[in-house]
């Protein structure tokens, strides 16, 4: 099987979420991945990362001349108009929330003329490997069709079912129909465990109402009315929906092996909850007054790092669990042939020291918001600042998870010193026990080993890692967290200097240059759009709200139609690239337009 090298576009896929899983859906109304009924569990549509043969499911007009797409107000239900030379049709799409399961719903309006739809029903199970027992059933709610497999159930409910093909090996369930104004027709797709009675039908119109309202509901709790309202607002809504609403976990992004250098091997799976990325989304949260979600995300972090502090981990599943090994499908293809398609994360077992800093950071400004401490949710915290103490000077993987040998690297220390920072000022500020004279005379040596090994003199900026000649995006953020002050002549240098090596086009930052720092992997990488925030975000702090501006509006100009952002872009070919939504590249926008915004006075 040869892979499909001009694949649907990263860009052109809307992400639709429940609160518990996401489905993508394409531009042309192919559902192509979708995993229930978490974030990580195992995809019934695969054909993201292969082809149709790998599971998706279809509802589109192949007359259409044209496609619009729009969310229904502030929401992740998706109105999709359609016009072809005979008519125009509206399909809606949504995942509306449920007590158990997953549910899929969707819609076809025909509002004028006549229409002619494909519809087309795949499904394989784990990861589109296996092929289920599919069958109708009958009961006293109508028909309805059943895919069975092992511990997995899937029953499709409709005003009309597709029909069973077989062409040779190829199992589906197609139809095709020709609706004029004034139709309409539902189909809703729910997932259940397999052992389970089959669910009752419900009201797919209600739930897309209902759907719309619970998003518009939390959209609304933010009041934000400052600059780049509605991409602020979407890009928070991204990371609710990246938010696990049972456990309070926080993945990094919906999907897993999006390429970050299409055609090679730097493939990751995202679908986990990276202690940084869910600590900087917390903090872009609470800045817009989302708290419920800062005390969840605590119990999350108190019950998934329980147990001894030597053993914490930089990534966990959402329900907490530790072991993500890390293996690959060799039965898929891959996104534009983007080999290998890899489940679990080695990164597991990395060594990142920078991670600590970033959780203390977020729970000192959950202080400041006046969620206090409880007497578990301190000790974690002391005993993980303990274990920090005598692990910071060690080498580590950084927070770009290099693969490559182990650095001292500059941000990971000056994340080490923000941890350090954060507790002696939990002491100081918020009257927490803890031994102060001890943790601020380690803070303070760290801070002065960095500005002797991190800062080249002869560069005028800090550098990546010890003894290196070359910077890194990440050196942005030591301002960020209080390191030096964004106007010390350092920081300007480092800003300075970061964009003349690592901007490649207005506003697009690499992380770091593969050429000169060795990450252990072929290929090469495009630019990182969480380092665009990260610019901004340094510029405003400098004073420079004009280029901060342009930097922001250069983000917002390549978000897709949907206001989506993926891992990286690739100015090249004006396409997102890798894992998407990223929450690493909508928290940072979020997080720099909040920093404008207080440098403007344009207080949110």
Known sequence: MSPDLDPTPIGDYAVLGDGRTAALLSRAGSIDWWCPPRFDAAACFAALLGGPEHGRWLISAPDATERTRRWHGDSFVLETTVRTPTGTAVLTDALPTRERGSEIVRRIRVVEGTVRFRHEWVVRFGYGAVQPWVHRIHDRHGGAIQAIAG???????????????????????????????????????????????????????????????????????????????????????????????????IVAAATTSLPEDPGGVRNWDYRFCWLRDAAMTLQALLEHGYREEAQAWRQWLLRAVAGDPADLQIVYGIDGRRDLTERELDHLPGYAGSTPVRVGNAAVGQVQNDVLGEVMCALALARDAGIEESTDSWSLQSHLVEALIGTWEQPDRGIWEVRGAPRRFTHSAVMAWAALDRAVRAITEDGLPGPVERWTAVRDRIRAEVLDWGWDADLGSFVQSAGARHTDAALLQLSQVGFLPADDPRMVGTVAAVRAELEIAPGLLLRYRTDRADDGLPGTEHPFLACSGWLADALARQGDVDAAEQVLTTLTGLATDLGLLAEEYDPGTGRMIGNVPQALSHLAFVRAVHQHDLATGDRP
């Open 151 to 249: 511990p997995d159930r899937l029953l499709l409910r409709g005003d009309r079912l597709p029909r069973p093909v077989r062409d040779g090996d190829r199992h589906a369930h197609q139809d095709d129909l020709t609706l004029t104004a004034g139709q309409e027709l539902h189909w809703s797709l729910v997932w259940t465990p397999s052992w389970e009675p089959v669910p009752r039908p419900t009201d797919g119109a209600a739930e897309l109402a209902e759907a719309a309202n619970g998003w518009g509901r939390w959209a609304r709790r933010s009041h934000y009315r400052g600059s780049f309202r509605e991409e602020v607002v979407r890009s928070l809504l991204v990371l609710r929906l990246l938010t696990d609403r049972d456990t309070g976990g």
